[in-house]
């Protein structure tokens, strides 16, 4: 399925993408959400299996759909992984005409400024075309003390849900909301707040400045898909 990023300020525009997320049917019919696939996979260093296969399909849907702007995880352990990330390197330059409407979000289960040439590699996938953000800023290792030690000109951070919904729940806000979005546009000119899904936290998100918003209350039949590898 694929979460669209919406424009606070005009709800109905076309999205500035939308975040495909993984997910995997077991055989006996249970759904698995990347939350239960993914730990597994990065304990086992498996996780550039996971990113090719569902860049892989981002791509074929990409290809099928010429309006569509789509984007998809990236693990720092991928980044990491230079035979793994050749591999998505060439993927993505097979098929370079689309790369202008794909998303890379960076996770962050470790800090990028530990993964040596993080920055040339991540220049890489933008000088074919591609943008890249920081995902679940704020959280984890996505902080402003690593990304400053990581020479890239970011095209988006998004901040993450848990930091959102903890600060909307403060009588301060949108006052701390605002300060964690002028933080956020240090390192990118586009800042995405996760976790909108009530319009009180539309009001908090537009009161506090920010411009695009991704979660359940702009989700829409329209934008989700399954497509079946079986």
């Not at 390197?89 to 202008?100: K, N, T």
């Not at 679940?136 to 690593?146: I, L, R």
């Not at 970011?154 to 300060?179: E, H, M, P």
């Not at 979660?215 to 590898?229: A, I, N």
């Amino acid at each position: 399925m694929a979460e669209p990023i919406v424009d606070l300020r005009s709800p109905h525009a076309s999205p500035l993408y939308s975040e495909c997320l993984a997910r995997a049917v077991t055989r006996d019919g249970a759904l698995l959400t990347g939350g239960d696939i993914v730990p597994e996979l990065e304990a086992t260093d498996d996780i550039h299996l996971l990113d090719m296969a569902v860049l892989e399909m981002v791509l074929g849907v990409l290809s099928e759909a010429p309006a569509l702007r789509l984007g998809c995880n990236l693990s720092p352990n991928t980044l990491a992984h230079p035979v793994a990330w050749r591999a998505l390197l060439d993927r993505i330059e097979r098929d370079a005409i689309l790369a202008d409407r794909l998303t890379l979000e960076v996770t962050e289960n470790f800090a990028l400024d530990d993964i040596p040439g993080a920055a040339e590699s991540l220049r890489q996938v933008q000088q074919i075309g591609c943008r890249i953000a920081v995902d679940d800023f704020g959280a984890g290792y996505a902080v402003s003390a690593h990304l400053g030690g990581v020479d890239v000109d970011w095209d988006i951070v998004k901040i993450d849900r848990v930091c959102f919904q903890d600060i909307s729940k403060t009588d301060a806000g949108a006052d701390n909301l605002s300060s964690l979005i002028r933080l956020a546009h240090i390192f990118a000119p586009a800042v995405i707040i996760e976790g909108i899904e009530t319009r009180e936290h539309l009001a908090i998100a537009r009161e506090a400045g920010a411009s695009f918003g991704q979660g359940w209350l702009f989700e829409d039949g329209k934008f989700q898909f399954w497509r079946d590898e079986s």
